[in-house]
């Protein structure tokens, strides 16, 4: 944990359960586990360890079936639905394995939708995200739908997009798990200077131990429980 850090995100007890029926499945229980401001932090597991149903916790996107997560001492799962989306609006960036860019839209129309969202007017809202579209090299682009982008493009496209309302916190969910080894180092190394450059705190779920071995911090889950895992430990 950095040195004289605000604890950002508390994860007390936390359990998640689905029932199907009479079925139940229990993903993991008893999670507790503390991220500072600033920190970027790699979360490793098997396929159905439940990383990604632990982004949508922490996000709000998904409720615990027991214990708490605190976001800068705010209880998350005490907060409304209205409060829920104002936080994710606000001070949470996500990034999915699959962009989710509307294809209608340009990629500037894309980058600017929170902002439009937040009831920006439209020119001040394109004029930044423009801003962001050249901070992740694809300025040149702007007028291209995501159907003419490549996959690394749309990845740039999706995290210039989570980076706009400048969020505290930043979710990633296998950020490069649909790339090409290659195309993959860069969008991970555009992560990792935007981390630094706009002082977030991420979380990034991720198969490729190379890249987890780059983070502050790693997480494993396995078999229902978390663990701290020196990154260095990792195979290279």
Request: proline share 3%.
């Amino acid at each position: 944990m950095h040195l004289n850090s605000q604890v950002l995100v508390r994860v007390e007890g936390l359990k998640k359960v689905f029932r199907s029926g009479t079925t139940e499945l229990q993903v993991f229980e008893n999670l507790s586990f503390q991220v500072a401001q600033g920190e970027m932090v790699a979360i490793v597991g098997e396929s159905g360890a439940g990383k990604s149903t632990l982004l949508h916790i922490l996000g709000t996107l998904d409720g615990p079936s027991a214990g708490d997560v605190y976001c800068a001492n705010l209880r998350l799962n005490s907060l409304s639905e209205e409060g829920a989306a104002a936080l994710r609006n606000h001070e949470i960036g996500f990034m999915w394995q699959f962009h989710y860019l509307l294809p209608e839209f340009t990629a500037l129309e894309n980058v600017a939708m929170p902002l439009l969202v937040r009831g920006y007017a439209r020119e001040r809202a394109q004029a930044q995200a423009s801003e962001w579209l050249r901070s992740v090299g694809l300025e040149e682009r702007a007028e291209h739908r995501s159907g003419e982008l490549s996959g690394g493009e749309q990845q740039r496209v999706a995290l210039a997009r989570a980076l706009i309302t400048q969020p505290k916190l930043l979710l990633a969910d296998e950020p490069t798990g649909d790339l090409d080894s290659h195309t993959a180092d860069g969008v991970f190394q555009l992560i990792a200077r935007l981390h630094r450059d706009c002082q977030l705190t991420s979380l990034i779920a991720t198969h490729n131990l190379a890249f987890a071995r780059r983070c502050d911090r790693v997480l494993r889950l396995q078999n229902g429980r978390i663990a701290e895992v020196a990154p260095e430990a990792l195979p290279a």
